[in-house]
T-cell receptor, first 115, second 115 residues
Framework: DGGITQSPKYLFRKEGQNVTLSCEQN?????MYWYRQDPGQGLRLIYY???????QKGDIAEGYSVSREKKESFPLTVTSAQKNPTAFYLCASSTLTSGNINEQFFGPGTRLTVL | AQSVAQPEDQVNVAEGNPLTVKCTYS??????LFWYVQYPNRGLQFLLKYITGDNLVKGSYGFEAEFNKSQTSFHLKKPSALVSDSALYFC?????????????WGAGTKLIIKP
């Protein structure tokens, strides 16, 4: 099946721990994105990447880090510096054309809970 | 500031009746417009998009949306609602004057279809 996979589906973190969320796509998309979703709010962009070995901060990058060593993979690390990390995290990807009017495809999400 | 508004947190519709989920935006230039649907604890699924041309756009699952430039709106519609349409709906806008390919998201509208 083609698509985006995220793992794990549920993740529990203790205070002070770093955790890494996985995102893999086999759609051959150039661009990948990480969003955070909180109840009653729209999606907020954490980081995005348009090409391997390059990524850009989104609106709420503080306390998060990413890497893009392969086209297919865009892992997100939630560091201990993120003060309120409990949320639903969504990874997405899209093709890139002039003007980027292509829709984003989303993974199933990872729900992170801080204990 | 550029923004997207979904003025209703929740919309209740009886099965078989027409439904409308509202979206208005405030962005510079002529934006690209998207609707997505999210089922509980799942990622978002693309429904439809408006790029240019006919103001009425048809999408997945019998949904359509009407672009109104003068009212800066992009309301989602369906002639006859199904119980299975119950979900969270997000409107998103891609400003064409923006070179970083980011989407601006509405906060979401919960659609409840009652049998």
């Amino acid at each position: 099946d083609g698509g985006i996979t995220q793992s794990p589906k549920y993740l529990f973190r203790k205070e002070g721990q770093n955790v890494t969320l996985s995102c893999e796509q086999n759609l051959n998309h150039d661009a990948m994105y990480w969003y955070r979703q909180d109840p009653g709010q729209g999606l907020r962009l954490i980081y995005y990447s348009q090409i391997v070995n390059d990524f850009q901060k989104g609106d709420i990058a503080e306390g998060y880090s990413v890497s893009r060593e392969k086209k297919e993979s865009f892992p997100l690390t939630v560091t201990s510096a993120q003060k309120n990390p409990t949320a639903f995290y969504l990874c997405a990807s899209s093709t890139l054309t002039s003007g980027n009017i292509n829709e984003q495809f989303f993974g199933p999400g990872t729900r992170l809970t801080v204990l | 500031a550029q923004s997207v508004a979904q003025p209703e947190d929740q919309v209740n519709v009886a099965e078989g009746n027409p439904l409308t989920v509202k979206c208005t935006y405030s962005v510079s230039g002529n934006p690209y417009l998207f609707w997505y649907v999210q089922y509980p604890n799942r990622g978002l699924q693309f429904l439809l998009k408006y790029i240019t041309g006919d103001n009425l756009v048809k999408g997945s699952y019998g949904f359509e949306a009407e672009f109104n430039k003068s009212q800066t709106s992009f309301h989602l519609k369906k002639p006859s609602a199904l119980v299975s349409d119950s979900a969270l709906y997000f409107c998103a806008v891609r400003p064409t004057m923006d070179s970083n390919y980011q989407l601006i998201w509405g906060a979401g509208t919960k659609l409840i279809i009652k049998p």
